[in-house]
């Protein structure tokens, strides 16, 4: 059975279809926008998931969902609409992930910052998977294993791939949580639930289009699970209209993401797309020129590089850049301050590009004074995005 999805809430409605989506590439300048929106508007985005449809699960998801005991009927006819497109797509060079968008903002320019509100997230099925391919993961040499054995949830497709299927079924108190199967005892695996959008960005200012894997300074595959329902993310425009696009829905994550995928599964989207000027900019995010994130309880710093290490190095150079430039502390104070009491945590370590984003307390430091610098900060120098933290079309 599929969940009660809630009508769409924002003031316009975008569904995913051939027509509206890109498959495995982000959008690019030049391109024509799918929806035209003034800024402070809000957008419904029923988005579809990759998983069931790529190449190497049979690019049928009927067939492939049925394997699992699906029914026809609960299989989403946007994502067998998108799975039977002529969508251009290269399976050896571009990404895996359906984008919807993109989305221009009436009076987005560069230099502006576009904040994206992500005011609801509804699941629009009962089910989703995992997946592990040969090569990718954290443990590419050892998972999956060629001698993965099927079982109740798992099976190891002729392609290598391993998928498993989660249902998501109520707990004890009612609450829905994912549920893996394993052994033969009847047992199995709960997990609470905690959709997000794995990715949300604006169009790059680059020459071709970029894959959807690796995230950057437009934002895109970033996978931080804490930009969830009720969060905020910055993001630096970089053409006019911003360009905003949105995909790969979660319905949760582990910190590092290390299979590959999370529990990938289609969610309704309601956002908020406001676009910052000047003064206002600084007022929401000091100097910061890079993706950045906020909660109702954290502020969140987002570091991306290909080493692990200087992802590392990114978020906390990124919040520093915040604390000085936004909260008004001194270097030595918020050096000391995030050593003490913020906590970095590994995003995902799977999209070639890794991530690490840093949580900083609001109750911590206060409000911060009104009084924004304006000179360029010192820690964000060598923080923007660079080939490290982008993947053109065609990126193995």
């Known amino acids: 059975m599929s969940p009660h999805v809630p009508a769409p809430e924002g003031r316009f409605h975008l569904p995913t279809t051939p027509k509206t989506a890109r498959w495995g590439t982000l ?41 699992y005991g699906v029914a026809e ?36 320019m560069p230099g502006d910052l576009l904040k994206v509100e992500t005011l609801s997230l509804h699941r629009r099925a009962d089910y989703g998977i995992v997946s592990s391919r040969h090569g990718k993961g954290a443990l590419p040499d050892h998972l999956p294993a060629p001698d993965t054995a099927d079982s109740a949830a798992t099976r190891r497709l002729p392609s290598g791939t391993v998928s498993t299927f989660c249902t998501v079924e109520p707990d004890a108190t009612g609450r829905p949580v994912g549920v893996i199967p394993y052994g033969t005892t009847g047992r199995a695996a709960r997990f609470p639930l905690r959709p997000f959008m794995g990715v949300m960005g604006v169009t790059a200012a680059t020459a071709h289009p970029l894959s959807t894997v690796p995230p950057g300074r437009h934002g895109g595959n970033l996978d931080v699970k804490v930009l969830d329902t009720g969060t905020a993310l910055y993001l630096p425009v970089q053409v006019d209209g911003a360009g905003f696009y949105t995909g790969d829905p979660h319905y949760a994550q582990g910190n590092g993401e290390v299979a590959l995928t999370a529990l990938e599964a289609p969610l309704r989207a309601t956002f908020r797309l406001t676009v910052l000027k000047g003064a206002a900019a600084r007022r929401a995010v000091g100097l910061i020129d890079t993706p950045f994130g906020e909660s109702d309880t954290h502020w969140i710093a987002i570091g991306l590089h290909k080493d692990l290490d200087e992802a590392m190095r990114a978020a906390v150079r990124a919040a520093l850049t915040f604390l000085t430039s936004r909260a008004g502390m001194d270097a030595a104070s918020a050096y000391a301050y995030l050593s003490a009491a913020a906590d970095l945590e590994i995003s995902q370590v799977v999209d070639q590009v890794q991530g690490v984003h840093c949580l900083i307390r609001k109750s911590d430091i206060g409000e911060p004074p009104s009084d924004i ?16 933290c982008s993947g053109t079309k065609g990126t193995p």
């Open 373 to 388: 610098p304006v000179q360029k900060g010192e820690f964000m120098s060598d923080t923007a995005a660079s080939p490290d």
């Open 27 to 67: 959008p690019h300048p030049g391109g024509s926008p799918v929806l035209v929106v003034r800024d402070g508007e809000t957008v419904t985005v029923d988005t579809v998931s990759h998983e069931g449809i790529l190449e190497d699960q049979g690019r049928d998801p009927v067939r492939f969902f049925g394997a």
């Open 73 to 108: 009927r609960d299989v989403l006819p946007d994502a067998r609409a998108i799975a039977e497109s002529t969508l251009e797509r290269d399976p050896g060079a571009d990404g895996p992930h359906v984008v919807t968008g993109p989305i221009s903002v009436t009076g987005a």
